[in-house]
């Protein structure tokens, strides 16, 4: 990560210190969201609904979020997205205190608005330097989620003596407070155009030519499966240890912690590997890791097994995602960015979401396992379509660097 040094501005630290924020808002709602459901709903099988709104009100939101940030900028945007975070989270605290289901849903959807806000993030990273720098920028911010994975372990363990009296409520409030801080950070970011060094703003193509592109088809996919097979996974975790196998919650909340610093640690190294060796490669790397995933998570249900899945899942995850946005950013002209990044994010979020939802059913019908093996099929998919972008040659491809 020492190459990325030449790259960090203000915007950057920003965009680092906001990532943080966001990330525990996500932990939280993970690690809390079925649990909470499981208690409040009238039937188990709705238990992760929750969840799965929060990832629905993600892809939502994910083009009116890139719409508003086109008109009034990425920094409004971002603060208001904030001012969005603190009303959700109040909200679900409200939700656990009075034991209304309903309201937490809707808590959980507002919440997850907030994150599609809260995607733009490395987007942002990527305007705010060079091209060559695109992956350092969006590997820095990302390491802002360790922070978060922390702070949101925290809340979630020490919940109960926040709010003694009502259990779960006192994280939620947390996470408020945290969103309060971010968006008085983010009114410090710094709006601009996308750094091209002699390169002359080209029209924009019709978003039906964008997609079309080997490549971005190839970038999209690479979002979609990582995403959606993390979300499908990391859903189904807590349920299987905390409800089903019955561990603790503290158990539990580390584990998921362990999840997604695993997702974002390996930014340290991701730019460089992709630097060397290219984006493609990459995630071929991390569908390999999640299959290895869904290896371990069959060999046993102790709390190591569960420990080790979820890291692997986070590894993978993280190749595939950087690698991902790392060549999508290079298959479009810099007017047609948010457009692009509107569809990208619409269909990652939107499989994420449908994923959400047959984690909490399959669980409970199931079980633990049959979740792991019907997550084998999408990992092949995406093998199948790595391995035919190797047929595309590199001048199909807007980048620079190896792809």
Same mark, same amino acid.
């Given at each position: 990560?020492?190459?990325?040094?030449?790259?960090?501005?203000?915007?950057?630290?920003?965009?680092?210190?906001?990532?943080?924020?966001?990330?525990?808002?996500?932990?939280?709602?993970?690690?809390?969201?079925?649990?909470?459901?499981?208690?409040?709903?009238?039937?188990?099988?709705?238990?992760?609904?929750?969840?799965?709104?929060?990832?629905?009100?993600?892809?939502?939101?994910?083009?009116?979020?890139?719409?508003?940030?086109?008109?009034?900028?990425?920094?409004?945007?971002?603060?208001?997205?904030?001012?969005?975070?603190?009303?959700?989270?109040?909200?679900?605290?409200?939700?656990?205190?009075?034991?209304? $289901?309903?309201?937490?849903?809707?808590?959980?959807?507002?919440?997850?608005?907030?994150?599609?806000?809260?995607?733009?993030?490395? $987007?942002?990273?990527?305007?705010?330097?060079?091209?060559?720098?695109?992956?350092?920028?969006?590997?820095?911010?990302?390491?802002?989620?360790?922070?978060?994975?922390?702070?949101?372990?925290?809340?979630?363990?020490?919940?109960?003596?926040?709010?003694?009296?009502?259990?779960?409520?006192?994280?939620?409030?947390?996470?408020?407070?945290?969103?309060?801080?971010?968006?008085?950070?983010?009114?410090?970011?710094?709006?601009? !155009?996308?750094?091209?060094?002699?390169?002359?703003?080209?029209?924009?193509?019709?978003?039906?030519?964008?997609?079309?592109?080997?490549?971005?088809?190839?970038?999209?996919?690479?979002?979609?499966?990582?995403?959606?097979?993390?979300?499908?996974?990391?859903?189904?975790?807590?349920?299987?240890?905390?409800?089903?196998?019955?561990?603790?919650?503290?158990?539990?909340?580390?584990?998921?912690?362990?999840?997604?610093?695993?997702?974002?640690? !390996?930014?340290?190294?991701?730019?460089?590997?992709?630097?060397?060796?290219?984006?493609?490669?990459?995630?071929?790397?991390?569908?390999?890791?999640?299959?290895?995933?869904?290896?371990?998570?069959?060999?046993?249900?102790?709390?190591?097994?569960?420990?080790?899945?979820?890291?692997?899942?986070?590894?993978?995850?993280?190749?595939?995602?950087?690698?991902?946005?790392?060549?999508?950013?290079?298959?479009?002209? !810099?007017?047609?960015?948010?457009?692009?990044?509107?569809?990208?994010?619409?269909?990652?979020?939107?499989?994420?979401?449908?994923?959400?939802?047959?984690?909490?059913?399959?669980?409970?019908?199931?079980?633990?396992?049959?979740?792991?093996?019907?997550?084998?099929?999408?990992?092949?998919?995406?093998?199948?379509?790595?391995?035919?972008?190797?047929?595309?040659?590199?001048?199909?491809?807007?980048?620079?660097?190896?792809?």
């Amino acid at each position: 990560m020492a190459h990325s040094m030449t790259y960090i501005n203000r915007n950057l630290l920003v965009l680092f210190l906001a990532q943080l924020a966001f990330g525990t808002g996500s932990v939280v709602l993970v690690t809390l969201g079925g649990i909470v459901g499981a208690e409040l709903a009238s039937s188990r099988a709705l238990a992760t609904l929750p969840v799965s709104l929060f990832v629905i009100g993600t892809a939502f939101a994910t083009v009116p979020a890139a719409l508003l940030m086109q008109r009034i900028g990425r920094k409004l945007g971002f603060a208001a997205s904030a001012l969005l975070g603190v009303g959700g989270a109040l909200a679900a605290s409200f939700a656990v205190t009075q034991h209304s $289901f309903e309201l937490f849903c809707i808590a959980a959807a507002l919440i997850g608005m907030t994150l599609a806000f809260g995607q733009q993030l490395r $987007f942002a990273a990527t305007e705010s330097v060079p091209e060559a720098g695109a992956a350092y920028a969006v590997a820095f911010v990302l390491l802002g989620s360790i922070g978060g994975a922390f702070a949101g372990s925290w809340l979630v363990a020490n919940a109960a003596s926040i709010t003694p009296t009502v259990a779960y409520s006192g994280a939620f409030q947390g996470m408020a407070l945290l969103y309060i801080v971010a968006g008085c950070i983010l009114l410090a970011f710094r709006n601009q !155009p996308k750094i091209e060094q002699g390169v002359v703003e080209e029209s924009a193509r019709p978003l039906f030519t964008i997609v079309r592109e080997p490549l971005f088809i190839i970038a999209v996919c690479g979002g979609v499966i990582g995403q959606g097979v993390m979300t499908y996974l990391m859903t189904a975790t807590p349920i299987s240890m905390h409800v089903v196998d019955g561990y603790s919650l503290t158990a539990t909340s580390q584990v998921i912690r362990a999840h997604v610093i695993a997702m974002y640690l !390996p930014s340290l190294v991701t730019a460089p590997l992709i630097t060397i060796f290219g984006p493609r490669r990459l995630m071929f790397a991390g569908v390999v890791a999640m299959g290895v995933t869904v290896v371990v998570g069959l060999t046993g249900q102790h709390v190591m097994h569960y420990w080790w899945a979820m890291v692997l899942l986070g590894v993978g995850w993280n190749f595939l995602f950087i690698g991902g946005t790392t060549l999508l950013v290079r298959q479009y002209r !810099p007017v047609e960015r948010f457009k692009a990044q509107a569809f990208n994010d619409f269909s990652v979020f939107g499989a994420s979401a449908l994923a959400s939802l047959l984690a909490g059913t399959l669980m409970f019908q199931l079980g633990w396992q049959a979740v792991l093996y019907t997550a084998l099929p999408l990992l092949g998919g995406m093998v199948l379509l790595l391995l035919w972008s190797l047929k595309i040659s590199p001048l199909q491809a807007r980048a620079r660097t190896p792809v």
